[in-house]
C-alpha cells in the first residue's frame, strides 16, 4: 500500500503563487509516476501535471508555463510550483502516484485525500 499526504495549499490572490507537496509512504516496490489532478466544484477531476521516475514531465495545456512539477525519488517526494495563479485555478488538488507493491506486481493507483487552493479575483 501506497499512502500519499499533500500539503501546500490555501488561498491566495490571483497572480499569486503555492507550492503543493506530496509526500510517499509504505510499503512498495517503485512509484512509477506521480501526479496532480484537481476537481472545481461540479467538474470532473482532471490531470494537472505528473512526472515519471526518469523525470520526464506532463502538463495539461492550461497550466503550462505557468506550473512546474519536480520530484525527489530518494525521499518518495512531488512537488507543484504554481505561478502566475487565477480564479480558474481554484481546485481541490489530489496527488496520485502510479506504483507496484513488487516487482512482478501491476501498476495501481494512489490517490492523497486532497488540498484546497482557492484564487481570489
Known amino acids: 500500500q501506497v499512502q500519499l499526504v499533500e500539503s501546500g495549499g490555501g488561498l491566495v490572490q490571483a497572480g499569486g503563487s503555492l507550492r503543493l507537496s506530496c509526500a510517499a509512504s509504505g510499503n512498495f516496490f517503485s512509484i512509477e509516476v506521480m501526479g496532480w489532478y484537481r476537481q472545481a466544484p461540479g467538474k470532473a477531476r482532471e490531470h494537472v501535471a505528473s512526472i515519471s521516475r526518469t523525470g520526464s514531465t506532463d502538463y495539461t495545456d492550461s497550466v503550462k508555463g505557468r506550473f512546474t512539477i519536480s520530484g525527489d525519488n530518494a525521499k518518495n517526494l512531488v512537488y507543484l510550483q504554481m505561478n502566475s495563479l487565477k480564479p480558474e485555478d481554484t481546485a481541490v488538488y489530489f496527488c496520485?502516484?502510479?506504483?507496484?507493491?513488487?516487482?512482478?506486481?501491476?501498476?495501481?493507483?494512489?490517490w492523497g485525500p486532497g488540498t484546497q487552493v482557492t484564487v481570489s479575483s
Open positions: 496520485e502516484a502510479n506504483a507496484r507493491r513488487s516487482p512482478d506486481d501491476r501498476v495501481r493507483d494512489y
